[in-house]
C-alpha cells in the first residue's frame, strides 16, 4: 500500500522530539503506551513521520494547554479513530444509497416507457380494431 508524503519516516527521535517539543524520552513514554506508533529502521532506528509529529504536538496541546493526563489522551485518540471508522462508514452508506437511488430511478423510467409502449400498443391495436 502506498504512504502519502505525511507518513512517510523520515525523522530520527531526536529531530522528531526537537519538531514535537518534547524530550526524546517522552517519545519513548508515548510510544510504549501506544500514543504513537514510529517505524523502524534495518538497524532498528525508531523513524517518525510528519503524521508522528502532528499526532506529538495534538498530544503536547491536550496535556500541556489543556490538562488532559495520559490516559485522558488514549481515551480521546480511541474516540477519534472510532470517529474516523464511523465517517467513513457513512461515507460508505450514502455511497450505497445513492446507488440504490439511482437503481432505483432506473426502474422507474424503465417501467414507465414499458407503460408507455403498453399504451401505444393498446391505442393502435384498438384503432386497427375500430
Do not use: W
Not at 517522552?26 to 499526532?55: F, H, M, V, W
Amino acid at each position: 500500500m502506498a504512504r502519502n508524503d505525511s507518513e512517510k519516516p523520515v525523522y530520527m527521535i531526536s529531530v522528531a522530539a526537537e519538531l514535537a517539543g518534547v524530550h526524546p524520552q517522552t517519545l519513548r513514554i508515548y510510544e510504549r503506551k501506544q500514543l504513537i506508533c514510529p517505524q523502524r529502521s534495518q538497524g532498528n532506528t525508531r523513524l517518525y513521520s510528519q503524521a508522528d509529529i502532528d499526532r506529538l504536538q495534538f498530544i503536547q496541546q491536550l496535556t500541556q494547554e489543556e490538562g488532559v493526563n495520559l490516559a485522558g489522551v488514549i481515551r480521546i485518540m480511541e474516540l477519534s479513530r472510532e470517529l474516523e471508522r464511523a465517517h467513513a462508514e457513512i461515507d460508505l452508506l450514502r455511497r450505497q444509497v445513492a446507488a440504490v437511488e439511482r437503481a432505483a430511478a432506473e426502474d422507474a423510467a424503465r417501467r414507465h416507457v414499458r407503460t408507455a409502449l403498453v399504451r401505444v400498443r393498446s391505442g393502435t391495436v384498438a384503432r386497427r380494431q375500430g
